[in-house]
């Protein structure tokens, strides 16, 4: 069960190894989720937003990137975020630092008070990825938006849009002409798309499948000659064909084999 397959996972489908079960339309009192990508030269812009929403009484996460593969060095640089946003945009209102260094009494306790209304942003690592429900955190804002995959930021995105108001994503990046294609082509596919269904698809385009037979879960296919999503039609009749033969005969004899017409 996932909201976002990994490319592998997705590919699997194929082969008839996974069985697929779609839930495709959300609960019908949400609103789909509004995302705009930001060039960092216009941040400034997506913090003005931010501070009328949180006048309104709603609520927000900031998002801070992995830069290194370090977990301290990671809540490091979230704690640093926090306490610049304290000083500059988001002065005056009131701001929690959530990341994997601290207790899991404290992440508790946090989350809490975040559910609570005593807090208006959470400035987090990705340990918010999964399982937080917080319906008044309307806004979310991911700095460094072109260093995540386009399934992790999906996921982000899922934090807000949990309630009936409008929610926001605002995905800050490096200037456009300093990104790689594969980063504008999955910051260009969040802002046209919600759906997820769709995301994982355009996901296992940009990345690649990844193995059959192994574990790697992106990049180049064993496959040599087809692209699984552009060959889908031709991949589903070769599934139906091979369907029928796993219900024929393993043998026919010739002599009684059908003649054609």
């Known amino acids: 069960m996932t909201a976002t397959p990994i490319p592998r996972t997705l590919a699997l489908t194929v ?3 996974l ?3 779609e839930i495709a339309k959300p609960p019908a009192s949400r609103k789909p989720v509004i995302t705009r990508w930001i060039p960092e030269e216009r941040a400034a812009e997506a913090y003005r937003r931010l501070r009328r929403l949180l006048d309104e009484g709603r609520q927000a996460y900031v998002v801070c990137p992995l830069i290194e593969e370090s977990e301290t060095s990671v809540a490091r640089a979230a704690e640093q975020e926090a306490d610049r946003l304290r000083r500059a945009e988001l002065r005056g209102f009131r701001i929690g630092c959530l990341h994997g260094r601290l207790r899991t009494a404290d992440r508790r306790e946090l989350m809490q008070r975040f559910k609570a209304r005593e807090l208006d942003v959470l400035v987090a690592t990705t340990v918010i990825e999964v399982g937080v429900d917080v319906p008044n955190a309307t806004v979310m804002i991911v700095q460094e938006a072109d260093r995540f995959g ?3 930021l999906h996921q982000l995105r899922g934090r807000v849009g949990r309630g009936a108001e409008q929610s926001y994503t605002l995905l800050i990046s490096r200037a456009k002409e300093e990104l790689t294609d594969s980063a504008r082509e ?3 596919a969040l802002v046209e798309s919600t759906d997820g269904f769709e995301l994982a698809e355009r996901d296992l385009e940009i990345r690649g499948e990844g193995q059959l037979f192994g574990t790697r879960q992106a990049g180049l296919s064993d496959l040599k000659f ?3 999503r552009a060959d889908r039609p031709l991949l589903e009749q070769a599934r139906e064909a ?6 024929a005969p393993l043998y026919v004899d010739p002599a009684e084999a059908p003649i054609a017409p």
């Open 15 to 17: 082969y008839g190894d």
């Open 226 to 228: 087809t692209k699984l």
């Open 19 to 21: 069985a697929v079960s």
């Open 242 to 247: 091979a369907a029928e033969l796993v219900d």
């Open 150 to 152: 386009l399934a992790q």
């Open 186 to 188: 999955r910051l260009e």
